[in-house]
């Protein structure tokens, strides 16, 4: 998908949750675009001429897809277009052996990591994308990385990614943001939202493939092995 180095005027659907949610929705408004936030955090939105506030606030419940369907399709009909689609992936580390771990919990973290960014996308690609095109960006919100679940879903979210990404050019573009194991909270945090308008506006290079992993080189992505 072609796109100018600006979001102005373009139409951003944000779902999911995580603390980089208002940073990501101020960075996305300094640049010209419309914002919907879409999830739990939407019901406590402040009004979008606060900062870091979004255009459109659509309330969710955790993991429901029929709900998440619905402000899709709120954001085609209020805006009348959507370029692109933000989820932020806000499945948090748990450390312990599997024999130790409470399925739940597993299925609870696949759920955010997988089966709802695969909605999301699902819906407004036939909404919207699959004759407009688009993009769709997975942002994993928690940085810490050790052996249990969260490298579960880190190594599902990738495959999705990668797949999708095959599945959906050229028409839509699909990558994913997840941190290296050595970068800090805050400086994943800071580096993150200038990524993503950077993969929003095409100024990264195609060559790296989809998923991104921001190292301390945050202008410098690397692709994840």
């Known amino acids: ?14 779902t999911g949750e995580g603390d980089v949610a208002a940073a990501v929705t101020g960075r996305l408004r300094s640049h010209g675009a419309r914002v919907a936030l879409a999830g739990p955090a939407a019901a406590s939105a402040p009004l979008a001429a606060a900062p870091g506030a979004p ?23 209020s805006f009348g277009r959507l370029d692109h689609l ?5 499945s948090r580390p748990q450390a312990g052996l599997l024999m130790e771990l409470d399925p739940l919990a597993l299925r609870d973290v696949l759920d955010r990591a997988l089966v709802t960014p695969l909605a999301c996308v699902q819906r407004a690609y036939w909404r919207w994308m699959a004759a407009h095109g688009g ?30 990404a095959a599945e959906l050019a050229p028409r839509v573009d699909v990558h994913a943001i997840v941190p290296s194991p050595s970068l ?41 092995a």
Not at 57 to 77: K, M, N, Q, W
Not at 86 to 90: E, K
């Open 1 to 14: 998908m072609e796109r100018e180095s600006s979001l102005s005027g373009r139409v951003v659907l944000l």
């Open 55 to 77: 255009d459109l606030a659509l309330p969710c419940g955790h993991g429901d897809l029929a709900e998440l369907g619905r402000a899709v399709d709120t954001v085609i009909e």
């Open 86 to 90: 933000v989820h932020l992936v806000g």
């Open 135 to 164: 993009s769709v960006v997975h942002v994993l919100v928690h940085t810490a990385r050790r052996d249990g679940p969260q490298d579960t879903a880190l190594a599902g979210l990738t495959e999705l990614t990668e797949w999708l």
């Open 184 to 224: 800090t909270p805050g400086a994943y945090r800071a580096g993150v939202t200038d990524v993503l308008c950077d993969l929003l506006t095409r100024r990264m290079n195609p060559a790296q493939g989809p998923v991104l992993v921001l190292s301390e080189e945050l202008t410098c992505p690397s692709r994840a």
